[in-house]
Structures are given as structure tokens and as C-alpha cells.
């Protein structure tokens, strides 16, 4: 986050303090600040919820003090004896403000120095027991099996932090390792179930196809969490798009609601994946390597041809930094975050919360659920039914035998 205040500006990041683990949230946080999280060593990146997370018995508070010296840290901790702190806050007043009435902000006072031996436990990170032999035999697999490159990466991150985390090289690890390493993503880390069951892919994958070591084919899966998606209503659909003035940002969210897209598929559309004569969307290589098409909405056809005419369109439809590339996921998350915050909308919503919404107010207007599946390209219908749970019984129809008792 990056709060501004008369006569200053600052970079602003939250520590939560919760049992064994830290969290880290991200709310517009820039690369660096990710970068730097990644150095400590001792974490892990829940994608799911958008948070950093750390073992809080690796990391301590004056690693972070040394680490993110550049930024104004809010660490919260209701256990401790001051559960909120804020630290490296810096302020210069400018001109004028030392009216009569004004008193100087008084700056926090500076953390304890550290003895010789605390700043060389500080330097230390937990050793890579990953060696690149390994690392290479896990690559050579994956391309052999055309995994896509999102998968591979999640592949190679698990597997280096399970082998970090335990302090073993893969020849070391066991079927009780594993399952200790599981426990600590969940104890710890505090990982969603979605999380912990990539990492256990991800080791099946390493330790059955490359060691050729079945130690992990009697490890359970985490159990799912059912739980419902958060549907935004069409008015408030409407105020999340009239609070965007930026053209290109209001398209992006316009595109991702009218076609019911994930975010990585917005971000990387092309004008030739564009057939405004047939009011269709192109997706190429979608979740699972699927080609499929879905719907484009006459109202965003029409912004579609007047944003064309203001800019010119290259590659792609929503380039980035350098416009070689398309817009990054984080940056597409990021426009939703902020048009949802001055909408005024105080649901737990991410952009994914958009195709939610694509698919219940297509089912609420009679839409068949085949045709909704086909749209939004899930391999199980039984994915696609879950919005039956959350549209609006009155639109489907459905009353309540109390109702009818009187008949």
C-alpha cells in the first residue's frame, strides 16, 4: 500500500503476528517489496489469498526491521504486550506547517542493536538442498509431459521448500517427512486447502516419476473446503464499472464479467482473438491446455471498437511494462482491487469474483448449466453446478413448501 500524507509519501506493509506463522497480506505492494520477501528465506506464497506467509520461529521481528528498512511497518500482534506497532515511519513537514497548535510528529524509537552473533544469525537462510540436478531431471519431465509453465514453477517451488524446510536432500526425504512437511503448511503456514494439495502434487509428481521413490502414494489429500463463491449483484457490477475512468482498466473488468474469463485468460487476449461479427471471445490455452469460445456482450463489442479507435493496439489487447508483454496478473488484480474499494463494496471478493458472477446471473436468466459449463470451459459439470447453490431462488423459481401449505 502506498499511503500519502501532506508533505510526505511512504511504502506501508502489514505483519500479522498469528501462532507459529507471519502473514504478510499483499495490498499493492510493488516487485521489490516481494523480492525482499522471498531473500528471508522461511516463507511461502498461499496464491490463494494473496499473502505471504512465514514460520515465525525462523523469522523474527528484527530480521524484518533490517529487510524492510525502506518501508513503514505495521506489525500486529494481539499477544504482545503492544499489539500494534508501527515502525519506520518517516515524515519531513513542508513549508508552513509549523503554525502555532502543530506539534512535530514524534518518530518511533529505533530497534535495539544487535551483538555480533545476532547479526550473523540474521544472515543466515535456511540451506537449498534442492541441488540443480535435481532441479534439471524435474524440468526435463515436466517439458517432456507439456506441463504448462505456471505448473512447473509451482512443481520446482514445492519441492526445493520441502527439502528446505526439512533440511534433507531428496535421497533423505520420507513418507513421514512428507507428512510432517504437510502438517507444517498447515500449522505454520497456514496454507488453504488448494495450497496444500498443489504441494503434494507437486511432491507425488517429483518422488514418483523422477526418484522413482513411492514414498508419497499413501498420503491422504487435504480435505476440500466446500465452500460457496461470493456473488456480486448486477447493480453492484454496475458501480464497480462506473467507478473506473481509465479506459483500458474498464474494459479489462468489463471483458473478464461479460465472458466469464480468469484472469490469466484477460490479460492475455490479442484483437485477433476478437470476433466482433460473430460476438464471440477466442480463449487459446486455457486451464488444462483447452481451446474454447464464449460469449462477448454487445455493450463491451461497442467499448471494444471505440478503445481501438483512441489507441493503437499492437500484440496485445491490454499491454504492460514494456508493451512487448501483456498486462501481469498482479496488475489486472490490482485495477479490481482498487475499482471495488471506491465502489464502496466491503465483500471478500477478488477478480475471480467476476466470472463467479458471469455464470450465476447467466443460470438465473434460464440459462442451461451445460451451456454455462461449456462457457466457462470446466471439465466437470459438477464444478458448474455449485452456482445453483448461490442463485437467487426467486428468479429460479423455486418456493418454499410453507408457501404453498395454504393451497
Same mark, same amino acid.
Given at each position: ?192 486447502? !488448494? ?5 503434494? #502434487? %507437486?511432491?507425488?509428481? /517429483?518422488?514418483?516419476? $523422477?526418484? *522413482?521413490?513411492? =514414498? ?107 508493451? !512487448? ?5 498482479? #496488475? %489486472?488484480?490490482?485495477? /479490481?482491487?482498487?475499482? $471495488?474499494? *471506491?465502489?464502496? =463494496? ?62
Amino acid at each position: 500500500a502506498y499511503p500519502s500524507i501532506r508533505g510526505a509519501s511512504m511504502k506501508a506493509a502489514y505483519f500479522f503476528f498469528e501462532g507459529n506463522s507471519i502473514r504478510v497480506p499483499f495490498l499493492g505492494i510493488d516487485r521489490q517489496f516481494f523480492d525482499l520477501l522471498r531473500s528471508c528465506g522461511g516463507g511461502i506464497w498461499d496464491r490463494d489469498r494473496r499473502q505471504y506467509v512465514f514460520d515465525r520461529r525462523i523469522i523474527k521481528k528484527e530480521t524484518l526491521d533490517r529487510v524492510f528498512s525502506a518501508y513503514c511497518r505495521v506489525l500486529v500482534d494481539k499477544n504482545a504486550p503492544i499489539p500494534l506497532e508501527i515502525r519506520g515511519f518517516r515524515y519531513t513537514p513542508s513549508a508552513g506547517e509549523h503554525a502555532p497548535g502543530l506539534r512535530p510528529l514524534k518518530l518511533p524509537v529505533p530497534p535495539p542493536s544487535l551483538t555480533d552473533a545476532g547479526c550473523i544469525a540474521n544472515a543466515q537462510k535456511l540451506p537449498d538442498k534442492f541441488s540443480l540436478h535435481w532441479q534439471k531431471k524435474l524440468e526435463m519431465e515436466l517439458h517432456a509431459r507439456k506441463y504448462s509453465l505456471p505448473t512447473m514453477r509451482s512443481y520446482l517451488y514445492y519441492n526445493r521448500a520441502l527439502c528446505r524446510t526439512l533440511r534433507k536432500v531428496p535421497e533423505e526425504i520420507t513418507a513421514e517427512n512428507i507428512k510432517q512437511y504437510l502438517a507444517h503448511l498447515d500449522q505454520v503456514l497456514d496454507l488453504s486447502t !488448494s495450497s496444500m494439495n498443489l504441494a503434494l #502434487s %507437486a511432491i507425488k509428481f /517429483f518422488y514418483g516419476e $523422477v526418484l *522413482k521413490k513411492d =514414498i508419497a502414494h499413501e498420503q491422504h489429500r487435504p480435505h476440500r473446503d466446500k465452500r460457496l463463491p461470493v456473488i456480486f449483484s448486477k447493480s453492484e457490477i454496475e458501480r464497480i464499472l462506473g467507478m473506473e475512468k481509465n479506459p483500458k482498466h474498464r474494459l479489462l473488468l468489463m471483458l473478464a464479467y461479460s465472458s466469464g474469463l480468469r484472469v490469466s485468460e484477460v490479460v492475455a487476449l490479442k484483437k485477433e482473438h476478437i470476433d466482433l461479427a460473430r460476438k464471440t471471445v477466442f480463449i487459446r490455452s486455457g486451464k488444462g491446455r483447452k481451446d474454447r469460445f464464449t460469449l462477448l456482450s454487445s455493450r463491451a463489442a461497442q467499448f471494444l471498437t471505440d478503445y481501438c479507435s483512441i489507441y493503437t493496439i499492437g500484440t496485445w489487447l491490454f499491454p504492460g511494462q514494456p508493451a !512487448s508483454h501483456h498486462l501481469s496478473i498482479r #496488475s %489486472a488484480q490490482n485495477i /479490481f482491487d482498487k475499482a $471495488v474499494q *471506491k465502489a464502496g =463494496i466491503e465483500k471478500d471478493v477478488s477478480i475471480h469474483s467476476l466470472r463467479h458472477a458471469f455464470a450465476t446471473h447467466l443460470l438465473e436468466t434460464g440459462t442451461d448449466v451445460r451451456y454455462i459449463q461449456t462457457l466457462l470451459g470446466h471439465a466437470s459439470l459438477r464444478t458448474t453446478e455449485r452456482y445453483t447453490h448461490v442463485a437467487r431462488r426467486s428468479v429460479l423459481k423455486i418456493q418454499s413448501p410453507l408457501d404453498t401449505t395454504g393451497e
